[in-house]
Nanobody
């Protein structure tokens, strides 16, 4: 069992930056790929990026490439999403999720555990 708690969301102007954190409970955190997803009002949840259990490999949605960076600290049981050059279309609730089965999956249905989400609002 893994419990995930996101933090770091808020209101930021376009062009600004935010760093989201996702703190995990449990001693098996380092065995999970960790993904970030987001959901805007009226839209389906979409993949943002994922990091392998070791942190050595990452994968991003096209919308995130070059602007977002995922990292993790397995000693602190925490994964991060650094978001730069934010745009109004990045406004959404951001979720972290843990996946032990499918490495670097971009599909939400492959993820076993989810956080409650943190709101990110980017003003124009």
């Amino acid at each position: 069992q893994v419990q995930l708690v996101e933090s770091g969301g808020g209101l930021v102007q376009a062009g600004g930056s935010l760093r989201l954190s996702c703190a995990a409970s449990g001693r098996t955190f380092s065995s999970y790929s960790m993904g970030w997803f987001r959901q805007a009002p009226g839209k389906e949840r979409e993949f943002v990026g994922v990091i392998s259990w070791s942190g050595a490999v990452t994968r991003y949605a096209e919308s995130a490439k070059g602007r977002f960076t995922i990292s993790r600290d397995n000693d602190k049981n925490t994964v991060y999403l650094q978001m730069n050059s934010l745009k109004p279309e990045d406004t959404a609730v951001y979720y972290c999720a843990a996946n032990r089965g499918v490495v670097l999956s971009t599909h939400s249905y492959d993820y076993d555990y989810w956080g409650q989400g943190t709101q990110v609002t980017v003003s124009s």
